[in-house]
Protein backbone atom coordinates (compact mmCIF):
# COMPACT_ATOMS: atom_id res chain seq x y z
CA UNK A 1 0.00 0.00 0.00
CA UNK A 2 3.07 2.68 1.11
CA UNK A 3 4.30 1.79 -2.44
CA UNK A 4 0.74 2.45 -4.49
CA UNK A 5 1.08 5.91 -2.26
CA UNK A 6 4.73 6.82 -3.54
CA UNK A 7 3.63 5.68 -7.07
CA UNK A 8 0.89 7.98 -6.78
CA UNK A 9 3.12 11.03 -5.46
CA UNK A 10 6.20 9.96 -7.15
CA UNK A 11 7.29 11.29 -10.67
CA UNK A 12 4.10 9.99 -12.55
CA UNK A 13 2.79 12.49 -10.89
CA UNK A 14 4.73 15.40 -11.67
CA UNK A 15 4.74 14.29 -15.31
CA UNK A 16 1.06 14.35 -15.47
CA UNK A 17 0.33 17.71 -13.63
CA UNK A 18 3.03 19.39 -15.60
CA UNK A 19 2.23 17.96 -19.23
CA UNK A 20 -1.51 19.16 -18.00
CA UNK A 21 -0.65 23.20 -17.35
CA UNK A 22 1.94 22.70 -20.30
CA UNK A 23 -1.26 21.79 -22.80
CA UNK A 24 -3.02 24.66 -21.22
CA UNK A 25 -0.28 27.47 -21.38
CA UNK A 26 0.82 26.72 -24.89
CA UNK A 27 -1.62 27.91 -26.82
CA UNK A 28 -1.35 31.35 -25.07
CA UNK A 29 2.72 31.67 -25.03
CA UNK A 30 2.27 30.82 -28.49
CA UNK A 31 0.35 33.93 -29.09
CA UNK A 32 2.19 36.11 -26.90
CA UNK A 33 5.79 35.40 -28.77
CA UNK A 34 3.72 35.60 -32.27
CA UNK A 35 2.39 39.01 -31.21
CA UNK A 36 6.53 40.11 -30.97
CA UNK A 37 7.16 38.85 -34.24
CA UNK A 38 7.61 40.24 -37.70
CA UNK A 39 4.74 39.23 -40.34
CA UNK A 40 7.96 37.73 -42.68
CA UNK A 41 8.98 35.36 -39.98
CA UNK A 42 5.67 34.60 -38.87
CA UNK A 43 4.38 33.38 -42.74
CA UNK A 44 7.43 31.42 -42.85
CA UNK A 45 8.35 29.29 -39.18
CA UNK A 46 6.07 28.20 -36.22
CA UNK A 47 6.62 30.49 -33.18
CA UNK A 48 8.39 27.59 -31.12
CA UNK A 49 10.96 28.18 -33.31
CA UNK A 50 12.40 31.77 -31.64
CA UNK A 51 12.97 29.24 -28.93
CA UNK A 52 16.21 27.96 -30.32
CA UNK A 53 17.49 31.18 -29.88
CA UNK A 54 14.95 32.82 -27.00
CA UNK A 55 17.52 35.84 -26.09
CA UNK A 56 18.12 37.05 -29.66
CA UNK A 57 16.24 40.19 -29.40
CA UNK A 58 16.71 41.05 -32.71
CA UNK A 59 13.44 38.52 -33.95
CA UNK A 60 11.43 40.12 -31.65
CA UNK A 61 9.64 43.45 -32.93
CA UNK A 62 6.88 45.99 -31.28
CA UNK A 63 5.91 47.11 -35.23
CA UNK A 64 2.64 44.83 -34.63
CA UNK A 65 0.93 46.92 -31.50
CA UNK A 66 1.62 50.26 -33.09
CA UNK A 67 -0.51 49.08 -36.31
CA UNK A 68 -3.02 47.56 -34.37
CA UNK A 69 -3.44 50.04 -31.82
CA UNK A 70 -2.78 53.48 -33.84
CA UNK A 71 -3.69 52.29 -37.71
CA UNK A 72 -6.15 49.64 -36.83
CA UNK A 73 -8.10 51.26 -34.07
CA UNK A 74 -7.48 48.76 -31.38
CA UNK A 75 -6.00 51.73 -29.07
CA UNK A 76 -9.75 53.65 -29.59
CA UNK A 77 -11.62 50.22 -28.91
CA UNK A 78 -9.41 49.58 -25.84
CA UNK A 79 -11.04 53.21 -24.61
CA UNK A 80 -14.19 52.06 -25.74
CA UNK A 81 -14.27 49.38 -23.58
CA UNK A 82 -13.33 51.26 -20.26
CA UNK A 83 -16.57 54.04 -21.43
CA UNK A 84 -18.26 50.34 -21.15
CA UNK A 85 -16.83 48.64 -18.47
CA UNK A 86 -16.63 51.17 -15.46
CA UNK A 87 -19.64 52.32 -15.24
CA UNK A 88 -21.54 49.46 -16.30
CA UNK A 89 -19.73 47.70 -13.28
CA UNK A 90 -19.83 50.60 -10.88
CA UNK A 91 -24.18 51.44 -11.83
CA UNK A 92 -25.26 47.26 -11.14
CA UNK A 93 -23.17 47.20 -8.17
CA UNK A 94 -24.55 50.30 -6.26
CA UNK A 95 -28.31 49.39 -6.56
CA UNK A 96 -27.67 45.44 -5.98
CA UNK A 97 -26.08 46.41 -3.03
CA UNK A 98 -29.01 47.82 -1.52
CA UNK A 99 -31.53 45.37 -2.97
CA UNK A 100 -29.26 42.83 -1.59
CA UNK A 101 -29.65 44.65 2.06
CA UNK A 102 -33.45 44.88 2.16
CA UNK A 103 -33.45 41.41 1.02
CA UNK A 104 -31.47 40.33 3.95
CA UNK A 105 -32.68 42.77 6.57
CA UNK A 106 -35.54 44.08 6.01
CA UNK A 107 -39.20 42.22 6.21
CA UNK A 108 -41.31 43.26 3.77
CA UNK A 109 -44.59 41.42 1.81
CA UNK A 110 -43.78 39.36 -1.10
CA UNK A 111 -39.99 39.37 0.30
CA UNK A 112 -39.53 35.64 -0.22
CA UNK A 113 -41.47 35.56 -4.00
CA UNK A 114 -39.33 38.14 -5.36
CA UNK A 115 -36.31 36.20 -4.28
CA UNK A 116 -37.31 33.19 -5.54
CA UNK A 117 -38.01 34.75 -8.62
CA UNK A 118 -34.72 36.75 -8.84
CA UNK A 119 -33.20 32.95 -8.60
CA UNK A 120 -34.79 32.36 -11.73
CA UNK A 121 -34.10 35.08 -13.18
CA UNK A 122 -30.57 34.15 -12.87
CA UNK A 123 -29.97 31.90 -15.72
CA UNK A 124 -32.58 33.69 -18.58
CA UNK A 125 -30.54 33.13 -21.82
CA UNK A 126 -30.14 36.90 -22.51
CA UNK A 127 -31.30 35.85 -25.97
CA UNK A 128 -34.82 35.94 -24.52
CA UNK A 129 -34.76 39.75 -23.80
CA UNK A 130 -32.90 41.32 -26.65
CA UNK A 131 -35.67 42.00 -29.89
CA UNK A 132 -38.33 44.18 -27.47
CA UNK A 133 -35.48 45.69 -25.56
CA UNK A 134 -34.01 46.52 -28.97
CA UNK A 135 -36.97 48.01 -30.21
CA UNK A 136 -37.35 50.24 -27.40
CA UNK A 137 -33.70 51.08 -27.36
CA UNK A 138 -34.26 52.39 -31.09
CA UNK A 139 -37.58 54.59 -30.35
CA UNK A 140 -35.73 56.47 -27.51
CA UNK A 141 -32.05 56.68 -29.01
CA UNK A 142 -30.63 54.20 -26.76
CA UNK A 143 -29.43 51.73 -29.21
CA UNK A 144 -25.31 52.19 -30.55
CA UNK A 145 -25.02 54.45 -27.06
CA UNK A 146 -23.16 53.67 -24.06
CA UNK A 147 -25.64 55.05 -21.57
CA UNK A 148 -28.09 51.89 -23.19
CA UNK A 149 -25.48 49.40 -23.04
CA UNK A 150 -25.00 50.49 -18.99
CA UNK A 151 -28.41 50.48 -18.86
CA UNK A 152 -28.36 46.61 -20.30
CA UNK A 153 -25.45 44.97 -18.81
CA UNK A 154 -26.81 46.75 -15.57
CA UNK A 155 -30.41 44.79 -15.67
CA UNK A 156 -27.95 41.88 -16.98
CA UNK A 157 -25.72 41.51 -13.98
CA UNK A 158 -28.08 42.67 -11.09
CA UNK A 159 -29.87 38.89 -10.56
CA UNK A 160 -26.05 37.39 -10.06
CA UNK A 161 -24.56 40.57 -8.00
CA UNK A 162 -28.35 40.61 -5.58
CA UNK A 163 -27.81 37.00 -5.24
CA UNK A 164 -23.98 36.56 -4.14
CA UNK A 165 -24.10 40.18 -2.36
CA UNK A 166 -27.66 38.78 -0.25
CA UNK A 167 -25.89 35.29 0.53
CA UNK A 168 -23.01 37.35 2.00
CA UNK A 169 -24.85 40.26 3.91
CA UNK A 170 -27.35 37.64 5.60
CA UNK A 171 -24.74 35.72 6.78
CA UNK A 172 -23.35 38.97 9.19
CA UNK A 173 -24.36 38.67 12.66
CA UNK A 174 -27.58 39.96 13.77
CA UNK A 175 -26.48 41.28 17.34
CA UNK A 176 -24.85 43.73 15.43
CA UNK A 177 -27.79 45.31 13.90
CA UNK A 178 -29.90 44.51 17.17
CA UNK A 179 -27.15 46.96 18.97
CA UNK A 180 -27.47 49.36 15.91
CA UNK A 181 -30.97 49.67 15.89
CA UNK A 182 -31.16 50.13 19.96
CA UNK A 183 -28.81 52.66 19.89
CA UNK A 184 -31.42 54.82 17.05
CA UNK A 185 -28.81 54.31 14.03
CA UNK A 186 -31.59 54.80 10.96
CA UNK A 187 -31.50 51.70 8.38
CA UNK A 188 -29.33 53.58 5.90
CA UNK A 189 -26.97 55.02 8.71
CA UNK A 190 -26.68 50.70 9.43
CA UNK A 191 -26.21 50.17 5.64
CA UNK A 192 -23.32 53.12 4.97
CA UNK A 193 -21.66 52.48 8.43
CA UNK A 194 -21.83 49.13 8.93
CA UNK A 195 -22.74 46.84 5.93
CA UNK A 196 -21.19 48.53 3.27
CA UNK A 197 -17.84 48.22 5.34
CA UNK A 198 -18.23 44.76 6.66
CA UNK A 199 -18.93 43.19 2.49
CA UNK A 200 -15.90 45.23 1.16
CA UNK A 201 -14.68 41.73 0.20
CA UNK A 202 -17.66 40.60 -0.75
CA UNK A 203 -17.80 44.07 -3.75
CA UNK A 204 -14.68 43.13 -4.31
CA UNK A 205 -15.41 39.48 -5.53
CA UNK A 206 -18.34 40.93 -7.37
CA UNK A 207 -16.60 44.03 -8.79
CA UNK A 208 -14.28 41.34 -10.39
CA UNK A 209 -17.36 39.39 -11.79
CA UNK A 210 -18.84 42.07 -13.34
CA UNK A 211 -16.23 43.83 -14.64
CA UNK A 212 -14.62 40.83 -16.46
CA UNK A 213 -18.13 39.57 -17.48
CA UNK A 214 -18.70 43.32 -19.02
CA UNK A 215 -14.74 43.52 -20.83
CA UNK A 216 -15.34 40.31 -22.15
CA UNK A 217 -18.97 40.09 -23.64
CA UNK A 218 -19.54 40.24 -27.17
CA UNK A 219 -22.92 39.46 -27.26
CA UNK A 220 -24.31 42.29 -25.46
CA UNK A 221 -22.58 44.67 -27.20
CA UNK A 222 -23.02 43.39 -30.17
CA UNK A 223 -26.60 43.32 -30.04
CA UNK A 224 -26.85 47.02 -28.68
CA UNK A 225 -23.84 48.74 -30.27
CA UNK A 226 -23.24 47.08 -33.40
CA UNK A 227 -19.56 47.30 -34.94
CA UNK A 228 -19.46 51.14 -35.57
CA UNK A 229 -15.61 51.77 -34.59
CA UNK A 230 -16.91 54.91 -32.98
CA UNK A 231 -18.21 52.73 -30.45
CA UNK A 232 -17.66 49.44 -30.84
CA UNK A 233 -15.21 47.64 -28.23
CA UNK A 234 -12.57 44.70 -28.40
CA UNK A 235 -14.17 42.23 -28.92
CA UNK A 236 -16.76 43.47 -31.62
CA UNK A 237 -13.80 44.97 -33.30
CA UNK A 238 -11.17 41.98 -32.95
CA UNK A 239 -14.40 39.24 -33.85
CA UNK A 240 -14.63 41.47 -37.14
CA UNK A 241 -10.75 41.90 -37.65
CA UNK A 242 -10.52 37.99 -37.68
CA UNK A 243 -13.11 38.12 -40.54
CA UNK A 244 -10.65 40.24 -42.52
CA UNK A 245 -7.54 39.72 -41.47
CA UNK A 246 -7.35 36.06 -40.89
CA UNK A 247 -3.80 34.87 -42.20
CA UNK A 248 -2.04 38.22 -40.54
CA UNK A 249 -1.59 36.21 -36.76
CA UNK A 250 0.53 39.00 -35.94
CA UNK A 251 -1.57 41.71 -36.16
CA UNK A 252 -4.62 39.34 -34.60
CA UNK A 253 -2.32 38.05 -31.78
CA UNK A 254 -1.71 41.29 -31.18
CA UNK A 255 -4.98 42.88 -31.12
CA UNK A 256 -5.85 39.97 -28.70
CA UNK A 257 -3.11 40.41 -25.98
CA UNK A 258 -4.13 43.90 -25.82
CA UNK A 259 -7.88 42.74 -25.28
CA UNK A 260 -6.20 40.48 -22.27
CA UNK A 261 -3.83 43.07 -20.66
CA UNK A 262 -6.17 44.43 -18.24
CA UNK A 263 -8.06 41.61 -17.25
CA UNK A 264 -5.52 39.01 -17.03
CA UNK A 265 -3.83 41.54 -14.67
CA UNK A 266 -6.32 41.97 -12.60
CA UNK A 267 -7.30 38.32 -12.42
CA UNK A 268 -3.51 37.64 -11.46
CA UNK A 269 -3.76 40.66 -8.76
CA UNK A 270 -6.96 40.03 -7.47
CA UNK A 271 -7.50 36.11 -7.89
CA UNK A 272 -8.48 35.65 -4.57
CA UNK A 273 -11.42 37.38 -4.86
CA UNK A 274 -12.68 36.15 -7.84
CA UNK A 275 -12.26 32.56 -6.60
CA UNK A 276 -14.54 33.42 -3.39
CA UNK A 277 -17.30 34.89 -5.88
CA UNK A 278 -17.20 31.78 -7.76
CA UNK A 279 -16.88 29.66 -4.53
CA UNK A 280 -20.25 31.51 -3.25
CA UNK A 281 -22.23 30.50 -5.99
CA UNK A 282 -21.95 31.48 -9.38
CA UNK A 283 -24.90 30.23 -11.57
CA UNK A 284 -24.74 33.02 -14.59
CA UNK A 285 -23.09 31.74 -17.98
CA UNK B 1 -34.91 44.80 11.78
CA UNK B 2 -37.62 47.68 12.56
CA UNK B 3 -38.07 49.78 9.62
CA UNK B 4 -41.27 52.00 8.35
CA UNK B 5 -43.05 50.11 5.91
CA UNK B 6 -41.79 52.25 2.99
CA UNK B 7 -38.27 51.94 3.41
CA UNK B 8 -37.96 48.19 1.97
CA UNK B 9 -39.01 49.33 -1.00
CA UNK B 10 -36.97 52.41 -1.71
CA UNK B 11 -34.04 49.80 -1.07
CA UNK B 12 -35.77 47.33 -3.58
CA UNK B 13 -37.60 49.48 -6.11
CA UNK B 14 -34.34 50.61 -8.64
CA UNK B 15 -33.37 46.83 -8.92
CA UNK B 16 -37.00 45.86 -9.22
CA UNK B 17 -37.87 48.39 -12.11
CA UNK B 18 -34.18 47.22 -14.04
CA UNK B 19 -35.05 43.25 -13.71
CA UNK B 20 -38.79 44.21 -14.73
CA UNK B 21 -37.75 46.28 -17.50
CA UNK B 22 -34.45 44.20 -18.86
CA UNK B 23 -35.55 40.56 -18.19
CA UNK B 24 -39.41 39.65 -17.31
CA UNK B 25 -40.75 42.04 -19.54
CA UNK B 26 -38.80 41.62 -22.66
CA UNK B 27 -39.31 37.95 -22.28
CA UNK B 28 -42.85 37.99 -22.10
CA UNK B 29 -42.66 39.42 -25.68
CA UNK B 30 -40.14 37.55 -26.62
CA UNK B 31 -43.14 34.61 -26.32
CA UNK B 32 -45.70 36.64 -27.61
CA UNK B 33 -43.29 38.01 -30.93
CA UNK B 34 -42.60 34.88 -31.71
CA UNK B 35 -46.03 33.68 -32.65
CA UNK B 36 -45.73 36.89 -35.52
CA UNK B 37 -44.24 37.50 -38.52
CA UNK B 38 -40.76 38.95 -39.29
CA UNK B 39 -41.78 42.67 -38.55
CA UNK B 40 -44.27 41.65 -35.86
CA UNK B 41 -47.59 42.82 -37.76
CA UNK B 42 -48.98 39.52 -38.68
CA UNK B 43 -49.95 36.89 -36.63
CA UNK B 44 -48.46 33.40 -37.91
CA UNK B 45 -49.65 30.77 -35.29
CA UNK B 46 -47.12 28.22 -34.53
CA UNK B 47 -45.35 28.69 -37.94
CA UNK B 48 -41.99 29.84 -36.86
CA UNK B 49 -41.95 27.06 -34.59
CA UNK B 50 -42.19 24.63 -37.16
CA UNK B 51 -39.83 26.46 -39.26
CA UNK B 52 -37.48 25.63 -36.27
CA UNK B 53 -37.93 21.80 -36.19
CA UNK B 54 -38.10 21.54 -39.85
CA UNK B 55 -35.61 23.49 -41.56
CA UNK B 56 -32.46 21.69 -42.35
CA UNK B 57 -29.24 23.99 -40.04
CA UNK B 58 -31.98 24.66 -37.53
CA UNK B 59 -32.03 20.79 -36.98
CA UNK B 60 -28.54 20.77 -37.43
CA UNK B 61 -27.86 23.15 -34.62
CA UNK B 62 -29.75 21.04 -32.46
CA UNK B 63 -27.36 18.07 -33.06
CA UNK B 64 -24.22 20.29 -32.73
CA UNK B 65 -26.04 21.86 -28.96
CA UNK B 66 -26.59 18.17 -28.21
CA UNK B 67 -22.86 17.04 -28.94
CA UNK B 68 -21.78 19.88 -27.30
CA UNK B 69 -23.64 19.23 -24.00
CA UNK B 70 -22.87 15.18 -24.24
CA UNK B 71 -19.14 16.20 -24.55
CA UNK B 72 -18.58 19.23 -23.38
CA UNK B 73 -20.38 18.99 -19.83
CA UNK B 74 -18.68 15.45 -18.50
CA UNK B 75 -14.94 16.85 -20.09
CA UNK B 76 -14.71 19.83 -18.13
CA UNK B 77 -16.08 18.16 -15.17
CA UNK B 78 -13.85 14.99 -14.78
CA UNK B 79 -11.11 17.38 -16.10
CA UNK B 80 -11.82 19.76 -13.73
CA UNK B 81 -12.25 16.99 -10.90
CA UNK B 82 -9.08 14.88 -11.81
CA UNK B 83 -7.03 18.06 -11.57
CA UNK B 84 -8.29 19.45 -8.46
CA UNK B 85 -7.51 15.59 -6.76
CA UNK B 86 -4.54 15.42 -8.46
CA UNK B 87 -2.47 19.27 -7.56
CA UNK B 88 -3.98 18.75 -3.97
CA UNK B 89 -0.76 16.28 -3.84
CA UNK B 90 1.97 18.32 -4.71
CA UNK B 91 3.46 21.55 -3.67
CA UNK B 92 2.71 23.72 -6.81
CA UNK B 93 -0.65 23.07 -6.64
CA UNK B 94 -1.38 27.29 -6.30
CA UNK B 95 0.48 27.50 -9.75
CA UNK B 96 -0.79 24.88 -11.90
CA UNK B 97 -4.03 25.87 -10.66
CA UNK B 98 -3.69 29.57 -11.39
CA UNK B 99 -2.53 28.12 -14.90
CA UNK B 100 -5.81 26.15 -15.63
CA UNK B 101 -7.81 28.91 -14.31
CA UNK B 102 -6.45 31.48 -16.24
CA UNK B 103 -8.84 31.56 -19.36
CA UNK B 104 -11.71 32.37 -17.63
CA UNK B 105 -10.48 35.71 -17.57
CA UNK B 106 -9.58 36.05 -21.14
CA UNK B 107 -12.50 36.56 -23.54
CA UNK B 108 -13.90 33.83 -25.71
CA UNK B 109 -12.98 35.97 -28.78
CA UNK B 110 -9.59 36.28 -27.12
CA UNK B 111 -9.62 32.31 -26.45
CA UNK B 112 -11.26 32.02 -30.21
CA UNK B 113 -8.10 33.65 -31.86
CA UNK B 114 -5.61 31.82 -29.62
CA UNK B 115 -7.15 28.27 -30.64
CA UNK B 116 -7.87 29.74 -34.35
CA UNK B 117 -4.15 30.04 -34.43
CA UNK B 118 -2.97 26.44 -32.74
CA UNK B 119 -5.58 25.34 -35.47
CA UNK B 120 -4.05 27.09 -38.15
CA UNK B 121 -3.65 25.02 -41.60
CA UNK B 122 -2.02 25.88 -44.89
CA UNK B 123 -1.04 23.34 -48.06
CA UNK B 124 1.38 20.61 -47.11
CA UNK B 125 4.12 22.42 -49.36
CA UNK B 126 3.99 25.46 -46.84
CA UNK B 127 5.65 25.21 -43.58
CA UNK B 128 2.68 24.95 -40.88
CA UNK B 129 2.63 27.67 -38.24
CA UNK B 130 -0.44 26.15 -36.02
CA UNK B 131 1.46 24.16 -33.89
CA UNK B 132 -1.36 21.25 -34.20
CA UNK B 133 -0.44 20.78 -37.98
CA UNK B 134 3.19 20.95 -37.34
CA UNK B 135 3.28 18.31 -35.27
CA UNK B 136 1.26 16.44 -37.71
CA UNK B 137 3.82 17.30 -40.16
CA UNK B 138 6.30 16.25 -37.66
CA UNK B 139 4.97 12.89 -37.66
CA UNK B 140 5.13 12.82 -41.78
CA UNK B 141 1.18 13.26 -41.90
CA UNK B 142 -0.99 15.24 -44.12
CA UNK B 143 -1.83 18.59 -42.70
CA UNK B 144 -5.77 18.92 -41.32
CA UNK B 145 -7.84 22.04 -42.07
CA UNK B 146 -9.30 21.14 -38.34
CA UNK B 147 -12.10 23.79 -38.39
CA UNK B 148 -13.07 22.66 -41.80
CA UNK B 149 -13.56 18.93 -41.45
CA UNK B 150 -17.38 18.33 -41.44
CA UNK B 151 -19.62 17.63 -39.16
CA UNK B 152 -17.24 15.82 -36.35
CA UNK B 153 -13.78 16.62 -36.21
CA UNK B 154 -14.40 20.59 -36.50
CA UNK B 155 -17.40 20.39 -33.66
CA UNK B 156 -15.02 18.75 -31.51
CA UNK B 157 -12.30 21.10 -32.14
CA UNK B 158 -15.12 23.73 -31.10
CA UNK B 159 -15.57 22.30 -28.26
CA UNK B 160 -11.97 22.02 -26.85
CA UNK B 161 -11.87 25.28 -27.61
CA UNK B 162 -15.10 25.16 -24.31
CA UNK B 163 -13.16 22.39 -22.44
CA UNK B 164 -10.36 24.59 -22.28
CA UNK B 165 -11.76 28.02 -21.31
CA UNK B 166 -14.35 25.84 -18.73
CA UNK B 167 -12.14 23.09 -16.91
CA UNK B 168 -10.78 26.17 -14.16
CA UNK B 169 -13.93 26.95 -13.28
CA UNK B 170 -15.14 23.30 -12.52
CA UNK B 171 -11.47 22.75 -11.00
CA UNK B 172 -12.09 25.77 -8.80
CA UNK B 173 -15.25 24.65 -6.96
CA UNK B 174 -14.30 20.92 -7.03
CA UNK B 175 -11.20 21.57 -5.40
CA UNK B 176 -13.05 23.83 -2.53
CA UNK B 177 -15.11 20.75 -2.13
CA UNK B 178 -12.68 18.21 -2.27
CA UNK B 179 -10.65 20.37 0.54
CA UNK B 180 -13.51 19.96 2.99
CA UNK B 181 -13.34 16.29 2.96
CA UNK B 182 -12.22 15.87 6.76
CA UNK B 183 -8.34 13.97 6.12
CA UNK B 184 -8.93 11.59 9.13
CA UNK B 185 -11.79 9.88 6.73
CA UNK B 186 -9.16 9.48 3.76
CA UNK B 187 -5.94 8.29 5.96
CA UNK B 188 -8.73 6.08 8.03
CA UNK B 189 -9.54 4.26 4.71
CA UNK B 190 -5.92 3.79 3.50
CA UNK B 191 -4.90 2.69 6.99
CA UNK B 192 -7.80 0.20 6.27
CA UNK B 193 -5.71 -0.91 3.23
CA UNK B 194 -7.87 0.97 0.52
CA UNK B 195 -6.05 1.54 -2.38
CA UNK B 196 -6.25 5.03 -4.02
CA UNK B 197 -8.19 4.15 -6.77
CA UNK B 198 -10.86 2.65 -4.32
CA UNK B 199 -10.77 5.74 -1.93
CA UNK B 200 -11.67 7.93 -5.49
CA UNK B 201 -14.67 5.90 -6.45
CA UNK B 202 -15.85 4.94 -2.70
CA UNK B 203 -15.42 7.75 -0.60
CA UNK B 204 -14.25 11.07 -2.38
CA UNK B 205 -17.15 10.26 -5.21
CA UNK B 206 -20.00 10.14 -3.35
CA UNK B 207 -18.93 12.98 -0.67
CA UNK B 208 -18.36 15.41 -3.73
CA UNK B 209 -21.77 14.22 -5.51
CA UNK B 210 -23.92 17.39 -4.67
CA UNK B 211 -20.80 19.72 -5.88
CA UNK B 212 -20.41 17.77 -8.71
CA UNK B 213 -24.36 17.84 -9.36
CA UNK B 214 -24.15 22.18 -9.24
CA UNK B 215 -21.18 22.17 -11.91
CA UNK B 216 -22.65 20.18 -13.77
CA UNK B 217 -25.54 22.29 -14.11
CA UNK B 218 -24.17 25.46 -14.64
CA UNK B 219 -22.17 23.87 -17.21
CA UNK B 220 -25.28 22.28 -19.37
CA UNK B 221 -26.49 25.98 -18.82
CA UNK B 222 -23.33 27.57 -20.51
CA UNK B 223 -23.30 25.11 -23.26
CA UNK B 224 -26.72 25.53 -24.35
CA UNK B 225 -25.85 29.21 -24.66
CA UNK B 226 -22.96 28.97 -26.30
CA UNK B 227 -22.69 31.73 -29.14
CA UNK B 228 -19.04 33.90 -28.92
CA UNK B 229 -16.64 30.53 -29.60
CA UNK B 230 -18.58 29.99 -32.43
CA UNK B 231 -19.28 33.60 -34.08
CA UNK B 232 -15.73 34.05 -34.24
CA UNK B 233 -13.63 30.48 -34.60
CA UNK B 234 -16.49 29.57 -37.54
CA UNK B 235 -19.83 31.58 -38.01
CA UNK B 236 -21.56 28.62 -38.24
CA UNK B 237 -19.94 27.48 -41.27
CA UNK B 238 -18.97 23.94 -42.46
CA UNK B 239 -22.04 22.29 -40.27
CA UNK B 240 -20.84 23.85 -36.71
CA UNK B 241 -24.43 26.19 -36.08
CA UNK B 242 -25.45 26.23 -32.58
CA UNK B 243 -28.69 27.14 -31.60
CA UNK B 244 -27.63 30.87 -30.17
CA UNK B 245 -25.49 31.94 -33.32
CA UNK B 246 -28.60 30.83 -35.06
CA UNK B 247 -30.78 33.26 -33.33
CA UNK B 248 -28.01 36.15 -33.46
CA UNK B 249 -28.57 35.45 -37.62
CA UNK B 250 -32.28 35.32 -38.02
CA UNK B 251 -32.51 38.61 -35.30
CA UNK B 252 -29.75 40.39 -37.47
CA UNK B 253 -28.84 39.26 -40.90
CA UNK B 254 -32.00 38.14 -41.98
CA UNK B 255 -34.17 40.58 -39.48
CA UNK B 256 -36.69 37.78 -39.29
CA UNK B 257 -37.93 39.13 -35.61
CA UNK B 258 -40.70 35.95 -35.43
CA UNK B 259 -37.98 33.30 -35.95
CA UNK B 260 -35.66 35.06 -33.87
CA UNK B 261 -37.86 34.88 -31.18
CA UNK B 262 -38.94 31.52 -31.55
CA UNK B 263 -35.76 29.96 -31.37
CA UNK B 264 -34.69 32.02 -28.47
CA UNK B 265 -37.82 31.18 -26.58
CA UNK B 266 -36.74 27.16 -27.87
CA UNK B 267 -33.37 28.39 -25.78
CA UNK B 268 -35.29 29.11 -22.61
CA UNK B 269 -37.75 26.13 -22.56
CA UNK B 270 -34.25 23.60 -22.83
CA UNK B 271 -33.07 25.98 -19.70
CA UNK B 272 -36.30 25.66 -17.94
CA UNK B 273 -35.49 22.56 -16.23
CA UNK B 274 -32.25 24.10 -14.96
CA UNK B 275 -34.20 27.14 -13.85
CA UNK B 276 -36.02 24.67 -11.52
CA UNK B 277 -33.19 23.09 -10.28
CA UNK B 278 -31.81 26.46 -8.93
CA UNK B 279 -34.72 27.53 -7.26
CA UNK B 280 -35.42 23.96 -5.81
CA UNK B 281 -31.61 24.31 -4.62
CA UNK B 282 -31.99 27.56 -3.23
CA UNK B 283 -35.12 26.55 -1.09
CA UNK B 284 -33.18 24.04 -0.07
CA UNK B 285 -30.48 26.14 1.40
CA UNK B 286 -32.77 28.51 2.76
CA UNK B 287 -34.81 25.39 4.68
CA UNK B 288 -30.68 24.60 6.66
CA UNK B 289 -30.03 28.39 7.00
Known sequence: MKKLISIFSGIPLHLVIITIALIWILPSVGLLITSFRSSADVATSGWWTV???????TCYTLENYREVIIRIG?????????????????IPILIASFAAYAFAWMDFPGRRLLFVILVGLLVVPLQMTMIPILRVFNKLGLAGT???????H???????IIYLLYNFISGLPSELFDSCSIDGATPFQIFKKLVIPLSLPALASVTIFQFLWVWNDLLVALVYLGGTPDVAPLTVRISALVGSYGQDWELLTAAAFVSMILPLSLFLGLQRYFVKGILAGSVKG | MRTKKITPWLYITPAAFLLFFFLVYPSINTVYISFFNYNSEKFVGIKNYLYCFSNEIMLNSFRNNTLWVVLFVPLTVSLGLIIAVLVDRVKYESIVKSIIFMPMAISFVGAGVIWKFVYAYRPASAAQTGILNALRSFFQLEPLPWLIIRPWL?????????????TGFCMVILSASYKGIPRELLEAARVDGAT???????????????????????????VLKVFDIVYVMTNGNFNTEVIA???????????????????AVILLVLIIPMIIINIQRFREQEAIR
Open chain 1, 51 to 57: LQHPFNF
Open chain 2, 154 to 166: NNFCLIIVGVWIW
Open chain 1, 74 to 90: IGKAFWNTLLITIPATI
Open chain 2, 196 to 222: EFKIFWKIILPLMKPTIAVVATTMTIN
Open chain 2, 245 to 263: NRMYKEMFIFRNYGRASAI
Open chain 1, 154 to 160: TGYGLPL
Open chain 1, 146 to 152: FPGIWFA
